[in-house]
């Protein structure tokens, strides 16, 4: 039932999300933001969709050099996820502990500190409402052997998700499969 009493956001209704670190631009002009609109779009080739405001730093260095880096954080770097989401611009990662390290294939570094990183080119950019999607290709990547064995996660390595504002939950490492 829609609550008007405490203004529901309708896309509350499908947290707990995961929340991930876009990277974007090089040099003095690398910044770090949060954020919880990212899905996969296509799996050959692999198209990764962020969605982001145009208020944004990030938006701006996406738009200009056209690629960013998708960084998946770990419950212990929860400090840093949230500057990267209430500070704006290249000065916060002066706060931040995290180490940036050179992609593979891009410009756009990756954060050594992350579970895994995703090197993206963008091949499109719409807006809808008040956000831009952008879409990148996956072109390059590196993980943490540990966090991803086999290829597959390990619900151990400290995965984390968004509640909402300022919650942010790990995953309970039990693994329940469908009874089929
Ligand atoms: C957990 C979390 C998730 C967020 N998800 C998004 C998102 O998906 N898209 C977006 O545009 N902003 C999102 N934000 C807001 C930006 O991260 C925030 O405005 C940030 O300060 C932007 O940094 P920048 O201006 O340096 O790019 C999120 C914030 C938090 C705390």
């Keep these: 039932m829609f609550d008007r009493c ?9 947290y707990p999300l995961r929340t991930f670190l876009i990277v974007s631009g090089w040099g003095d002009e690398t910044d770090i933001m949060a ?15 962020v969605s982001v405001s145009p208020e944004r730093y990030t938006h701006r260095l996406v738009s200009r050099h056209r690629e960013f880096v998708v960084s998946v954080p770990s419950i212990d770097m929860v400090d840093d996820v949230w500057i990267a989401g209430s500070m704006s ?18 410009r756009t570094p990756s954060i050594r ?13 719409r807006s809808y ?26 619900p151990t390595a ?19 499969r469908p009874n089929t």
């Excluded at 590196?142 to 390990?154: M, Q």
Aim: aromatic share 10%.
């Design 6 to 14: 405490c203004r529901l956001r309708t896309y509350r209704l499908l």
């Design 35 to 49: 954020a919880d609109w990212v899905t996969v779009l296509s799996h050959k080739p692999t198209l990764i969709g």
């Design 89 to 106: 611009g290249p000065d916060k990662l002066r706060r931040m502990s995290l180490t940036l390290i050179p992609s593979h294939t891009i």
């Design 113 to 125: 500190e992350a579970l895994a990183n995703i090197e993206c080119r963008v091949v499109d950019a």
């Design 129 to 154: 409402g008040d956000h831009t999607l952008f879409v990148g290709e996956a072109v390059g990547y590196s993980y943490k052997e540990e966090a991803y064995p086999g290829g597959e996660p390990d």
């Design 158 to 176: 400290g995965f984390l998700a968004h509640i909402a504002w300022d919650k942010f939950i790990g995953f309970r490492p039990e693994v329940r």
